[in-house]
């Protein structure tokens, strides 16, 4: 399959997940996102006996992936079942697979404390397609990925008139860790213009 101009094959994917010692079975699909793109999202099934929070586990899965993958190919949600759906012949059921819920644990946190910080979380909502985010809430655990990076670093230029640049995001993705960035950021370059030239 391709995501994001990248060849992905979700298989490879399922191999570095399924060699988590807390993973008993692991099935990697991709699936729409709420804004018209397209996620991977790992779907998991502990081990017997574990006795680890749901939270915990699949925070160490991706932590797992993104250290053995490349962004692209990282889940941008994993989730915790009991079982993976199963049809009569035995496969996955890929329709009875839950859609993750990216919004569950995003807004609940520490309120902007700024007018800048209030204005990323508006940018930040409106990328994710979510309702709200909180200053704490990181871009990429709520599904976040490069290419709404970019669309990311498109409305910040547009409604706070700085120039974000990629990387900055990758190393500070909570809007408050970008808040205190972009207070030392340059100002955006003014657009374009077409103009007329000066007849002689």
């Known amino acids: ?13 399922q191999a570095v997940i399924a060699t988590h010692p807390r993973v008993a079975q692991v099935a990697v699909v991709p699936r729409q996102d709420p804004v018209g793109g397209v996620r991977l ?15 915990g586990l699949a925070e ?14 990282v ?6 079942l009991e079982a993976l759906p199963l049809t009569v012949n035995g496969k996955l059921d890929r329709k009875a697979l839950p859609a993750p819920d990216y919004a569950a ?5 520490r309120r902007p404390a700024n007018a800048r910080e209030e204005l990323l ?17 990181n871009f990429f655990d709520l599904g976040g990925h490069s290419l709404m990076a970019l669309r990311l670093a498109s409305r ?15 190393e500070a993705p909570t809007v408050a ?14 657009a374009l213009r077409r103009g007329l030239t000066a007849r002689k």
């Not at 160490?60 to 190919?73: C, F, G, I, K």
């Open 60 to 73: 160490t899965v991706r932590e797992l992936a993104a250290s053995r993958l490349p962004d692209y190919m």
């Open 121 to 137: 979380c508006a940018a930040f909502a409106h990328v994710l397609g979510i309702e709200s985010v909180g200053v704490d809430d």
């Open 156 to 170: 910040i230029r547009s409604t706070l008139s700085v120039e974000l640049d990629i990387r900055e995001l990758f």
């Open 105 to 109: 644990a995003a807004g609940s946190g």
């Open 177 to 190: 860790e970008l808040a205190t960035r972009l207070a030392v950021t340059a100002p955006a370059r003014p």
């Open 75 to 80: 889940p941008s949600a994993v989730v915790v």
């Open 41 to 55: 999202v790992a779907y998991i099934v502990p081990a017997p006996g574990d006795g680890a929070g749901e939270g």
């Open 1 to 13: 399959m391709k995501l994001r101009w990248f060849r992905v094959e979700p298989g490879e994917v």
